[in-house]
């Protein structure tokens, strides 16, 4: 019924509009943001309530992120309770908020948390204190009251203005760095007795006081989230990279969801370990993607992603269970180009074909990568990630491992006593310090039956005894050449020289690449070795293997490590594909899901930032074991295509017909 004046009452309206989802149940979303400036002229002024509903009828998101606040620190709306971007013409957020309202899509903000360069150049007194003494010109401190007196009053202000779901909170661990502030002075000296800070690695109390700048980073986070939610409690917050690989911690803080954006060259090597860090949490989870690259060493700008790039970057996302979105900047008038629009979509429809077989699947174990964030905290002298170098062991060894078509997923070393038995196979990368508590755990898996691998120098001092080698001399840079067919391994770096007394040594390196000779065969060096544990087995690589194929990718690694895995493990799935073809295994009910992705021609380089043609490969052959009984059915998704085999001895065997990007194997259980 019209109210006078032919306006619909409010509560009528709300009533009508369709209910929004909650984000843990949201699949694929959009991601725009602009970081207002002082500089701004015209922010909104190119937004038209029609664009919006074309925008909304092709992409079909479950969300939207629209900017709030950037890293600059002004609001990109009127507000009240600090500054807004003088360029302000239309109100972005109240047409957003309008248009994904009518359509049930959720809207959540992209805001800048503990980068706010306005803020500290309004209160200098708000900023982190750098180790010199001076003040940090971008980055305010978590000690002070920047939080309290700006960040939630504006969190606040925009939730209730425009009736938010919530807020994808940036610019926030990755950008935090140890505060030197009269505070964190006081606190570490009282929880230490250390009088003078220290400044770098090796300083007393360096470790500590690198932790106590973590725990204030915690208490912060939880701070703004409870006090918001106290107001607004169906307000959802995730604070961008927490409880990923950059804060490789148990999740205790009460966000609502997980996310991140990942970027730069090789976007593909980044989503597959966040994906896998992410999945092993147990909290909802989204990875975001780029939609166009941008790169140091491009002197362009940005380069638009063509659709098939970014159904690639979305395959690996969706494989490990996830949500996924894409990240668009309009034009600073709010303009939308249509040809964005239209790869949106594109990207939308391909993610959307394979949501069923997807969104919230749970993993099949098969081979479990150790990830370490003991080494990361102790080790790369930072608070958190990126962490660059440090985690090219898990990098590494993970793309090794995917190429030689094993299913492989991420262990936190938080997670490690629950998850480590449930693993047929256990590889533990070179980590440099994994800790007591973690390698007692290591060796009672393998006592107790377990298959586990050990690789680097370090680790393979820490289990000798288990091994039944004997280190010779210290762990020293060295070539090592690794007999393969046709060409050698490179896996030059830091190796641990060893004799095997109780192992079998089941490869061997070389100072050159001469494996023949008689000289070469008196000097070469165990590469690898296995030995019988308990009722388990542990096999040994005292080199840096996962480190060297991070940087290389070479094949011939990858063989090398697949020939000291075939000793230990036999894998549930076994395919005959290119190497760029990639697997996963998950269930959902009772159907087993295998997902196939082929990455070949993926983005790896800056003057090479936008491949758009990804050809379909060659038919795959497939074989499925431990099935006690014949499939039911075995499909293709997406299509539902029947795909004929025969069962023999618990094996079921077929063909997938070529497959363009990503299909899913959905074997039906009798």
Known sequence: MLAAGGVFPAALLLAQRPPRKPRRDCFFGIH?????????QHLGRDLTPEMIERFLAAVKPDYVQYDCKGHAGWLGYR??????????????????????????????IHFSGVWDSLAVAEHPEWAR???????????????????DERMIPQLLEAAEKYDLDGAWVDGECWATNPDYCARAAAEFRNATGITELPKKAGDPGWNEFLELNREQFRRYVKHYIDEVHKRKPNFQIASNWLYSTYVPEQPTLPVD?????????APISRARLEARYLAATGKPWDLMAWGFQSSNNNPLGHIHKPA???MQESSIVLAQGGGFQVYYQPTRAGWIDGRHVETMSKVGAFCRARQSVSHKTETVPQVGVLFSSRTLYRTANKLFGGWGAHDRPAVGAIEALLACHYSVDVIPDWKLREESARYPLLVLPEWLEIGDEVAALVRERAAAGGRVLVMGAVNTRLFAKELGVRCVGEAKEQAAWIPQTGVFANAKGIWQDM???????????????DATSASAAAEAKVAAAVARVGNGMMACIPGPVGSAYAVSHAPALAGFLQAVVGRLFEPMVKVEAAKSVELSLRTKGSDLLIHLIDTIGMQVSGDHAAPDTVPRTAPVEIAVGGLAKAPRRVRLEPGGAVLQGRWSGGVWKGTVPGMHIHSVVVVEKA
């Open 32 to 40: 725009l943001d602009l970081h207002p400036s002082a500089n701004d």
């Open 499 to 513: 004799e095997a007394e109780g192992a079998e040594v089941v490869a061997r390196r070389y100072a050159t690449y």
């Open 79 to 108: 507000s009240k309770v600090s500054k807004s971007s003088p360029g302000i013409v239309n109100d972005s957020l109240q047409l957003w908020r309008a248009g994904t309202a009518r359509h049930g899509v959720g809207l959540f």
């Open 308 to 310: 098939a790039s970014l």
């Open 129 to 147: 204190v750098r180790p010199d003494g001076k003040k940090e010109e971008s980055q305010t401190s978590t000690y002070g009251p920047y939080v």
């Open 257 to 265: 969801f997980l996310s991140g954006d990942y970027l730069g060259n």
